[in-house]
């Protein structure tokens, strides 16, 4: 699956076609994905003596291939190209704008220490 939790896509097919929205899951077993905002559920809960009844909405998992990528680039809906680096590392790439799609996540090391 080349799809990571974080990346933004659109919904192809369903009763939310259209709909953009972040990955918050992955399950690669059944190759379902959960959607931020996207396929809301509702479970009624019967109330007890303890608490009250409620209704509690939650994202059910979808399909991946009912999902296509948004390049944070380009902001169109893009297929995927794998890259090989140099160090033996994968690379994503946008098949429009031919950019990378991963986030690099960068730290810096400050010096805070001061000599005395």
């Known amino acids: 699956m080349k799809l990571k939790i974080g990346d933004e896509v659109q919904i192809l097919t369903g009763k939310d ?27 009624h809960i019967k109330k007890t003596a303890q608490r009250p009844g409620e209704k509690l909405r939650y994202e059910f998992p979808i399909q991946a291939s009912n999902a296509i990528l948004v390049c944070p ?18 690379e994503r790439i946008c098949k429009k704008c031919k950019d990378s799609v991963d986030q690099i996540v960068t730290t810096k090391k400050s010096s805070s220490k001061q000599k005395k």
């Open 17 to 43: 076609k259209g709909k953009k929205g972040k990955i918050t899951k992955i399950f690669r077993n059944s190759r379902k994905i959960t959607v931020e905002k996207v396929n809301l559920l509702t479970k």
């Open 73 to 90: 680039k380009c902001k169109k809906t893009t297929r995927i190209e794998m890259k090989k680096l140099e160090n033996k590392k994968k």
